[in-house]
């Protein structure tokens, strides 16, 4: 059993984002990329499929800022390889383009299982588990919550609306976007990164010059023009804290 | 090529699902601007179509393999129908079917995709989808100049009022035996769900906390301020997921949608999928140290004081 986990890296949310000069692209020179949280997940799952059935999991990465972080930090968590597809070009890479590249690199790889997240926050055209799977011709199931990989089939969990779960079994190999893992993602210290990185593990491999066009035009970026905004309160915990008792009063959910 | 505008209905438990009232309203105005029609794949529910009356016709599919929501059954399914309609405008939502199949229309139909649209208007031939993007915090406007296109649209976007309307559509059942034969994905079965505990939505004051919540340790603060209001503590997928919270009291598009009369949002960004499950709550009071972060949008009152400071002193003001 192969397990493959593509993994990305995204700009921080958390962080404000400027946008380029020409409006199309969130300006990235001063931004703080993490990887994407629900690829995170993916490889949780898959780390826990290698422990209940010793198959070997591959995580693999664009060259995209601090991705190197990304794939020691799975080498860490148990990934037994980790793969850089490197000569991608900087900026925002189209999902279509993304998964083109990957699709190439797979095509030569082998394996029974590609779980990667269910989205991600730059997702415009599409999330990358479908696009690799229609790409593949493979089955693809997303917004899954557990993978069990017996033999030539797994058994998935998906969320459906409002909290239903169905259980499918897939043909593999199949191609899983991952909502959640089975388990939180588990911790792994700096030093024990800082180990992987010292092995040098991470394998450099040219990505393949695929096609991968969106097919539309991407006017510009802008944000959110707001409709309403929360009146804000000002002044120090105190204060603030006896506004909202106020609040909350006068709305008749507390005495007094 | 047509003019055509094709909704997919989504379907749970018997009952259309809100959300395709509303794209088939938007669906309408689109058809209307190009001089297109409306039309709808119903699959495994054709006793529901009766309901979709703002549609010009139905597509209904009946089979064994569509008698449960089967992501590879649908597709194959729905490519076939764009094939032989060829709509100019493919509409589904970006709930579970919509990530499961409009990237794959896309590759499948060689059209483009815009994934997590609030807006879609028709602009001469073509059409302008605003999207949203890094967790709602910008949104991108994409224009779909093409013959052909596929649009996730986030539920809520548009009025469901406009998609329903009181007269029957034209039926048209379509043969789906020929393209679901060899399908490698089965539904096995139904997860039976954890009871929960506590019934969040029946609860008039909800404390509910997000990822500005560190470690399970750091919960006990907001537990408190739960207590002290007599109401059940509730939370974002971040916290379930983690196990810090049990799925039940999980606010959002994968849990449940609240509509309390005070939400407190302790710690909660605001992105998209937590708000599609508690933006009709009647008051919505919100901290989170970013001054930017999009639950100030829905919320009716905010503050950026951190939360570990604002909640003792909460606390002190409400324990009798």
């Given at each position: 059993?192969?397990?493959?986990?593509?993994?990305k890296?995204?700009?921080?949310?958390?962080?404000?984002?400027?946008?380029?000069?020409?409006?199309?692209?969130?300006?990235?020179?001063?931004?703080?990329?993490?990887?994407?949280?629900?690829?995170?997940?993916?490889?949780?799952?898959?780390?826990?499929?290698?422990?209940?059935?010793?198959?070997?999991?591959?995580?693999?990465?664009?060259?995209?800022?601090?991705?190197?972080?990304?794939?020691?930090?799975?080498?860490?968590?148990?990934?037994?390889?980790?793969v850089?597809?490197?000569?991608?070009?900087?900026?925002?890479?189209?999902?279509?383009?993304?998964?083109?590249?990957l699709?190439?690199?797979?095509?030569?790889?082998?394996?029974?299982?590609?779980?990667?997240?269910?989205?991600?926050?730059?997702?415009?055209?599409?999330?990358?588990?479908?696009?690799?799977?229609?790409?593949?011709?493979?089955?693809?199931?997303s917004?899954?919550?557990?993978?069990?990989?017996?033999?030539?089939?797994?058994?998935?969990r998906?969320e459906?609306?409002?909290g239903?779960?169905?259980?499918?079994?897939?043909a593999?190999?199949?191609?899983?976007?991952?909502?959640a893992?089975r388990?939180?993602?588990?911790?792994?210290?700096?030093?024990?990164?800082?180990?992987a990185?010292?092995?040098?593990?991470?394998?450099?491999?040219?990505?393949?010059?695929a096609?991968?066009?969106?097919?539309?035009?991407?006017?510009?970026?802008?944000?959110?023009e707001?409709?309403?905004?929360?009146?804000?309160?000002?002044?120090?915990?105190?204060?603030?804290?006896?506004?909202?008792?106020?609040?909350?009063?006068?709305?008749g959910?507390?005495?007094? | 090529?047509?003019?055509?505008v094709?909704?997919?209905?989504?379907h749970q438990?018997?009952?259309?699902?809100?959300?395709?009232f509303?794209?088939?309203?938007?669906a309408?105005?689109?058809?209307d601007?190009?001089?297109?029609?409306?039309?709808?794949?119903?699959?495994?529910?054709?006793?529901?179509?009766?309901?979709?009356?703002?549609?010009?016709?139905?597509?209904?599919?009946e089979?064994?393999a569509?008698?449960?929501y089967?992501?590879?059954?649908?597709?194959?399914?729905?490519?076939?129908?764009?094939h032989?309609r060829?709509?100019?405008?493919?509409?589904?939502?970006?709930?579970?079917?919509?990530?499961?199949?409009?990237?794959?229309?896309?590759?499948?139909?060689?059209?483009?995709?815009?994934?997590?649209?609030?807006?879609?208007?028709?602009?001469?031939e073509?059409?302008l989808?605003?999207?949203?993007?890094?967790?709602?915090?910008?949104?991108?406007?994409?224009?779909?100049?093409?013959?052909r296109?596929?649009?996730?649209?986030?539920?809520?976007?548009?009025?469901?009022?406009?998609?329903?309307?009181?007269?029957?559509?034209?039926?048209?059942?379509?043969?789906?035996a020929?393209?679901?034969?060899?399908?490698?994905?089965?539904?096995?079965?139904v997860?039976?769900?954890?009871?929960?505990?506590?019934?969040i939505?029946?609860?008039?004051?909800?404390?509910?906390?997000?990822?500005?919540?560190?470690?399970r340790?750091?919960?006990e603060?907001?537990?408190?301020?739960?207590?002290a209001?007599?109401?059940?503590?509730?939370?974002?997928?971040?916290l379930?997921?983690?196990?810090?919270?049990?799925?039940?009291?999980?606010?959002?598009?994968?849990?449940?949608?609240?509509?309390?009369?005070?939400?407190?949002?302790?710690?909660?960004s605001?992105?998209?999928?937590?708000?599609?499950?508690?933006?009709?709550?009647?008051?919505v009071?919100?901290c989170?140290?970013d001054?930017?972060?999009?639950?100030?949008?829905?919320?009716?009152?905010?503050?950026?004081?951190?939360?570990?400071d604002?909640?003792p002193?909460?606390?002190?003001r409400?324990?009798?």
């Amino acid at each position: 059993m192969k397990v493959i986990v593509p993994v990305k890296q995204v700009p921080d949310v958390v962080e404000d984002l400027e946008l380029t000069a020409d409006g199309t692209d969130v300006d990235r020179e001063f931004l703080k990329f993490v990887v994407n949280e629900f690829d995170e997940q993916a490889l949780e799952e898959a780390l826990c499929i290698k422990e209940s059935s010793g198959a070997a999991v591959v995580v693999v990465g664009l060259d995209e800022p601090d991705v190197d972080q990304a794939l020691y930090g799975a080498l860490a968590k148990g990934a037994d390889r980790a793969v850089k597809l490197v000569g991608t070009g900087e900026g925002w890479l189209p999902g279509h383009r993304r998964s083109a590249i990957l699709a190439a690199w797979l095509a030569g790889e082998g394996y029974d299982l590609v779980l990667t997240g269910v989205q991600a926050a730059d997702d415009l055209d599409g999330q990358l588990a479908t696009l690799l799977g229609a790409r593949l011709g493979l089955p693809h199931i997303s917004v899954v919550v557990r993978v069990d990989a017996e033999g030539s089939a797994a058994r998935v969990r998906q969320e459906l609306a409002g909290g239903t779960v169905v259980e499918e079994a897939v043909a593999l190999p199949a191609v899983i976007g991952v909502q959640a893992a089975r388990q939180a993602p588990r911790y792994v210290s700096i030093s024990r990164i800082r180990q992987a990185q010292q092995s040098g593990a991470v394998e450099e491999v040219p990505a393949a010059t695929a096609d991968g066009a969106t097919g539309f035009r991407l006017r510009r970026l802008l944000a959110p023009e707001r409709t309403s905004h929360a009146e804000m309160l000002r002044g120090g915990p105190g204060e603030v804290a006896e506004r909202i008792v106020e609040l909350i009063r006068a709305k008749g959910l507390i005495p007094g | 090529m047509s003019n055509d505008v094709l909704v997919l209905a989504e379907h749970q438990g018997g009952a259309l699902c809100t959300v395709t009232f509303e794209l088939a309203g938007r669906a309408r105005e689109l058809a209307d601007a190009w001089g297109g029609q409306v039309q709808v794949a119903l699959l495994g529910a054709s006793n529901l179509a009766g309901q979709l009356g703002s549609a010009d016709v139905v597509f209904t599919a009946e089979h064994p393999a569509l008698a449960d929501y089967n992501p590879e059954a649908y597709e194959r399914v729905l490519l076939s129908i764009v094939h032989a309609r060829t709509p100019r405008l493919v509409l589904l939502s970006t709930a579970t079917a919509g990530l499961d199949l409009s990237a794959a229309l896309s590759v499948g139909w060689d059209a483009p995709v815009v994934s997590s649209v609030v807006g879609l208007s028709a602009e001469g031939e073509g059409a302008l989808a605003t999207a949203q993007i890094y967790g709602g915090k910008l949104l991108a406007e994409v224009e779909l100049a093409g013959s052909r296109a596929v649009c996730a649209v986030i539920a809520g976007s548009f009025p469901a009022a406009a998609g329903r309307r009181d007269r029957p559509p034209a039926v048209e059942a379509i043969d789906a035996a020929a393209v679901l034969d060899g399908l490698r994905t089965s539904v096995t079965g139904v997860v039976t769900a954890e009871a929960g505990d506590v019934d969040i939505t029946a609860a008039d004051v909800l404390v509910s906390v997000g990822r500005g919540i560190g470690s399970r340790d750091d919960l006990e603060v907001a537990e408190e301020l739960a207590d002290a209001l007599g109401a059940p503590l509730a939370g974002s997928r971040p916290l379930t997921d983690q196990g810090w919270l049990p799925k039940s009291r999980q606010v959002g598009k994968s849990g449940v949608t609240v509509k309390p009369k005070l939400y407190l949002a302790l710690g909660i960004s605001g992105a998209p999928e937590h708000v599609e499950g508690m933006r009709d709550a009647e008051l919505v009071i919100a901290c989170n140290t970013d001054a930017k972060a999009p639950i100030f949008d829905v919320a009716h009152y905010g503050t950026t004081v951190d939360l570990f400071d604002l909640v003792p002193e909460l606390v002190k003001r409400l324990k009798p």
